[in-house]
């Protein structure tokens, strides 16, 4: 089954291309061309993930994004303005599963796609088991993508639940930032990128402390993230 792939942005010219050629990728492409439009499409469950535009008038692509994360976790891709950081790290910090600054080509976007839909559909290469991980007070239960603390549903992004599997599975270990991008994002971490402190900054708020009171999720120095094995 084709996988559906919602874009949201008001350059027809450029979605035209987009959906042009996600289509010959074998992608079933919707294109809406506002935000109110393309809050409602996303909100059906239909999609497999949506492209997103920043820039657009009336609705912007960060408060459409606000609204759609209020009632789904369909995984996002942000276009943003190419250095402009702020944009990306709001739209991170807002539950944006990643990001791609425009211009870009058909095929870049085709590719940071398909590593998000590669997450979202499938556990870690090396995961051994698809068995319930626990750690602490967190499950997880990587086939059915749900997680919870102290037996509360943990509301994740998909790409939170990607850096907190391969967090839990190396529980008590520092994992770096390297092989979080790699696992989590499905791609190599680039130079001066945010995504992973974005992403991990928003896990330490939905996830819960530890006896002495610490967040169960560690910066270590140089080395990375770890998730602390109690």
Not at 71 to 95: A, K, N, Y
Not at 146 to 155: C, I, M, N, P, Y
Not at 166 to 174: E, F, H, S, Y
Not at 193 to 220: E, F, P, W, Y
Request: with cysteine.
């Amino acid at each position: 089954m084709k996988s559906k792939v919602l874009l949201i942005d008001d350059d027809i010219e450029l979605v035209g291309m987009f959906k042009e050629y996600l289509e010959q990728e074998g992608f079933d492409v919707k294109a809406v061309h506002d935000g109110e439009a393309g809050t409602a499409e996303a909100n059906t469950g239909l999609y497999a993930i949506a492209i997103l535009d920043v820039m657009m008038p009336r609705m912007n692509g960060l408060e459409t994004l606000r609204r759609i994360r209020t009632h789904s976790q369909l995984p996002i891709l942000m276009l943003t303005g190419r250095g402009d950081d702020t944009d990306r790290i709001v739209g991170l910090e807002l539950g944006a599963d990643d990001y791609v600054a425009k211009p870009c080509t058909p095929r870049e976007l085709t590719a940071r796609i398909r590593a998000i839909l590669r997450r979202a559909q499938s556990a870690p290469a090396d995961s051994g088991t698809s068995s319930a991980i626990t750690v602490g007070q967190l499950t997880m239960y990587p086939e059915q993508r749900r997680a919870t603390w102290a037996g509360d549903k943990l509301e994740l992004t998909s790409t939170e639940f990607n850096l907190l599997e391969v967090l839990a599975r190396n529980a008590g270990k520092p994992v770096s930032k390297n092989t979080l991008s790699e696992q989590g994002l499905g791609r190599p971490l680039a130079r001066f990128d945010r995504n992973i402190d974005v992403h991990l900054s928003s896990l330490r708020h939905k996830l819960g402390t530890i006896a002495d009171g610490r967040s169960c999720l560690q910066t270590v120095y140089r080395l990375g993230y770890q998730l602390i094995k109690e």
